[in-house]
């Protein structure tokens, strides 16, 4: 595996990491250049392998038709790997009719698959809850006999009564993924019952870090969690605090996040936008909720969480979903097809 790091000026970046393709290439041979991401990276493998001769695929991923696609310095790059690329794949519908609004020609949807094996229902690790300062009725020396008795455990929660109940997000928390309706729909909800905001990540710096800080400055009453970075293998016993699971992003591609909680057996309330709405049935293995509504959003997450054979029938109907849909193998399965119909022998 060779890595090409960055440089503090783009047009240098693209040089370099054009010349290292090259010479990579020289010293052993690609059999194909799959890029990830339009700009950039699919520029590069869609030049290098005109140039070298070699096929090229390109996978859209959300963000490059999103908003990459109308950054004027990145639009040419764009507009080049969607022409000229041997293979243009994307992981949701709504990317593909964006990206042949550009320019019309086929593209292969190929889904995000995600390690139901690994993210699956566990019990409430309490031991986690005590350590973020989540108010669980248990003490810390309880906690950690539960952790250790339920580790194994496919039980997915405690009982309702034993604890205070938990809206979970994942990922970076910013404006494009509803920081504000998020904040706004939480702040209404705890007004009205006891509950937690859970922020298993960050905030993203700048105006939005801004805002969050002001927020919480101005409703000290309001109980918010935000853990920083957790690792991907890690955040399994995150998504097990969650009582309802929480998306509101404003635009989309295929996020793994939902794709997690979905096989973690979360019942999730998400927007239907990007491949959000290729994922989601509302009413059968979740619950969407208009773009930007704080209202429509706390009242839903309150039906959610006073209702727990609801939870219960919309988190084992995504995982279901998962199961059948969306593994690593139907992705994997689906990008070796490409490959072969390009006359390789993966």
Not at 134 to 160: C, F, N, W, Y
């Amino acid at each position: 595996v060779t890595r090409f790091g960055a440089h503090k000026r783009a047009d240098d970046t693209l040089v370099d990491w054009f010349d290292l393709v090259v010479q990579a290439h020289a010293r052993e041979p690609f059999d194909v250049l799959h890029a990830y991401f339009l700009t950039q990276a699919g520029f590069i493998a869609t030049l290098a392998g005109r140039y070298l001769n070699i096929p090229s695929v390109v996978s859209i991923r959300g963000n490059d038709v999103d908003r990459a696609a109308f950054d004027p310095s990145r639009f040419s790059h764009t507009m080049f790997a969607l022409q000229h690329a041997n293979v243009v794949t994307a992981n949701a519908k709504e990317s593909i009719r964006k990206a042949k609004a550009f320019f019309e020609r086929e593209i292969v949807l190929i889904p995000n698959g995600v390690d139901a094996d690994h993210f699956k229902p566990m019990v409430r690790n309490e031991a986690l809850a005590v350590s973020l300062g989540i108010d669980s009725h248990v003490t810390p020396s309880e906690a950690k006999g539960l952790s250790h008795a339920m580790r194994d455990s496919s039980v997915a929660t405690l009982p309702q009564s034993d604890k205070i109940p938990v809206i979970g997000f994942v990922g970076e928390l910013r404006e494009k993924k509803g920081l504000q309706t998020l904040l706004s729909a939480y702040a209404q909800v705890h007004r009205k019952q006891q509950a937690t905001l859970l922020v298993a990540g960050t905030i993203r710096q700048g105006e939005d870090k801004q805002f969050f800080d002001e927020f919480v400055a101005a409703n000290p009453d309001l109980q918010i969690f935000v853990t920083g970075y957790i690792p991907p293998n890690d955040l399994l016993a995150y998504y097990s605090l969650m009582d309802v699971f929480v998306h509101p992003s404003l635009h989309d591609g295929m996020p793994n996040a939902v794709l997690e909680a979905m096989a973690c057996e979360r019942a999730v309330i998400a927007t239907p936008v990007g491949g959000v709405v290729d994922i989601l049935e509302d009413g059968a293995n979740g619950v969407f909720v208009n773009v930007n509504d704080a209202d429509q959003l706390s009242e839903k997450i309150k039906f959610v969480l006073n209702d727990s054979a609801l939870r219960s029938r919309l988190g084992k109907n995504a995982r279901a979903t998962i199961a059948e849909k969306f593994t690593p193998q139907k992705e994997l399965e689906a990008n070796l097809d490409v490959y072969r119909k390009l006359g390789l022998q993966p």
